[in-house]
Nanobody
Framework: QVQLVESGGGLVQPGGSLRLSCAVS????????MSWYRQAPGKEREWVAT????????NYADSMKGRFTISRDNRKYTLYLQMNSLKPEDTAVYYC?????????WGRGTQVTVSS
């Protein structure tokens, strides 16, 4: 069974940092890209970053460039999102997504709250 489990969210002050993790399992087919998305209350889900496999190229939404870094650890089967210089506008539930030929698979999300 396919599973994506996010962790690492929490409460942080503006300017602080968090590292989110997404543990993946159950994939017996090709995953060509993994991404992070976020959604704040009352707003549409927003794309954050994508890591393409197997080349490992990365792409970021403009508001995240220079602050967020997407990466992976193949041995640990884990996707990461390092978030620095966090702003209140970054407050949202963050989701990881695996894109494959069989479709998209989503985790249940982890809450990130940036507040004084």
């Amino acid at each position: 069974q396919v599973q994506l489990v996010e962790s690492g969210g929490g409460l942080v002050q503006p300017g602080g940092s968090l590292r989110l993790s997404c543990a993946v399992s159950g994939f017996t087919f090709n995953v060509y890209a993994m991404s992070w998305y976020r959604q704040a209350p009352g707003k549409e889900r927003e794309w954050v970053a994508t890591l393409t496999t197997p080349g490992g190229s990365t792409n970021y939404a403009d508001s995240m460039k220079g602050r967020f870094t997407i990466s992976r650890d193949n041995r640990k089967y884990t996707l990461y999102l390092q978030m620095n210089s966090l702003k209140p506008e970054d407050t949202a539930v963050y989701y990881c997504k695996a894109a494959s030929q069989r479709g998209d698979y989503w985790g249940r999300g982890t809450q990130v709250t940036v507040s004084s």
